[in-house]
């Protein structure tokens, strides 16, 4: 392939919607150049054929679209030529989300037992029975939870509720593993200066990739949104090795957290249409994983409690 196709290009993640990307560049072919596409079928503009040196063909090339078909940050192409199809992989990454790295390249395991930990307000009374031997994923305001042990502090988009307490919550957990949405990671990236433990993870937010109520996505090929912060959690703990996930805080009803502070910056707040689309997720990792799932405290969601005596 080498010899016949060349792309060079960049493509870059386009914020807020992080998994949308823009591609720019050329290709360049022995033969015409027909198409170029992504495997999911989004198909590039091309500019006016050049001939150059050596009887090659030359087009400018423009894509605008979800990374629905990758595994980020590399983007598989298919270019349709007249001697027939070639593929090539374009690198995405973005530099100025440094010293943060995509978290599905980073190597990272996770121990087998994780307790995700979300911050409504049955974290209040549960989070101290959280067990020793289970790694504490923090989801967004979770990390503030007073006497909370936190291993890993998950961190997703940046909204203007979320802008009232990231400072405080920054502060309150000073050193230890940091995974953040990569429109996050960019935003902060300037006080993570110098450090090694900062990941960055993109939810994907086409419609077609997009968590369902209704129907199942392949799981463990990339993180999908649509279930909230703590779908992108469970997901990215299967990923990362947990077969024993033990939920707090995650209580998926109302619009207050555990320090009885009220969402009133989000009109959506209290809105919890997304407890069928985690139930779906939580019933396939069960069903197709042999994933166990359970819940510290009570939640809409129809998880069995967790048990001291397992």
């Not at 463990?220 to 033990?246: E, H, K, N, P, W």
Request: aromatic residues 6%.
């Amino acid at each position: 392939m080498a010899d016949r196709v060349v792309i060079e290009c960049a493509a870059v993640p386009d914020p807020p919607l992080e998994d949308r990307f823009e591609l720019m560049g050329t290709v360049t072919a022995a033969a015409a150049v027909r198409s170029v596409r992504t495997r999911a079928g989004r198909v590039a503009t091309l500019g006016p054929a050049q001939r150059i040196s050596g009887g090659r063909e030359r087009r400018a090339l423009r894509l605008v679209s979800y990374l629905t078909d990758a595994e980020f940050p590399r983007v598989p192409l298919v270019i349709e030529t007249a001697a027939g199809a070639d593929e090539a992989v374009v690198h995405c990454r973005p530099a100025d989300a440094a010293p943060f790295g995509p978290v599905l390249d980073a190597g990272l395991r996770f121990p087998s037992r994780v307790c995700i930990v979300a911050s409504g307000p049955t974290a209040a009374s549960t989070h101290r029975a959280i067990p020793a031997d289970f790694h504490v994923v923090a989801v967004n305001k979770g990390v503030l939870l007073p006497g909370l042990r936190v291993d890993t502090w998950m961190m997703n988009q940046l909204t203007s509720d979320s802008l009232a307490y990231y400072a405080s919550a920054s502060q309150a957990f000073p050193a230890g593993r940091r995974i953040f949405r990569l429109a996050t990671a960019v935003a902060t990236r300037a006080e993570h200066a110098g450090r090694s433990d900062c990941h960055w993870f993109v939810a994907h937010q086409a419609a077609e990739e997009q968590l369902d109520p209704d129907h199942d996505r392949p799981v463990g090929t990339c993180i999908r949104s649509g279930g909230t912060v703590t779908g992108c959690a469970l997901q990215l703990a299967f990923m990362l090795g947990a077969r024993d996930i033990l939920l707090c805080g995650v209580d998926m009803r109302g619009d207050r957290y555990f320090d009885g502070t009220r969402n009133d910056r989000d009109p959506k707040a209290g809105d919890w249409q997304h407890v069928r689309v985690l139930d779906r997720l939580i019933a396939q990792l069960r069903r197709d994983h042999g994933v166990t799932i359970r819940t510290l405290g009570e939640t809409a969601l129809g998880v069995p409690r967790f048990k001291a005596d397992g």
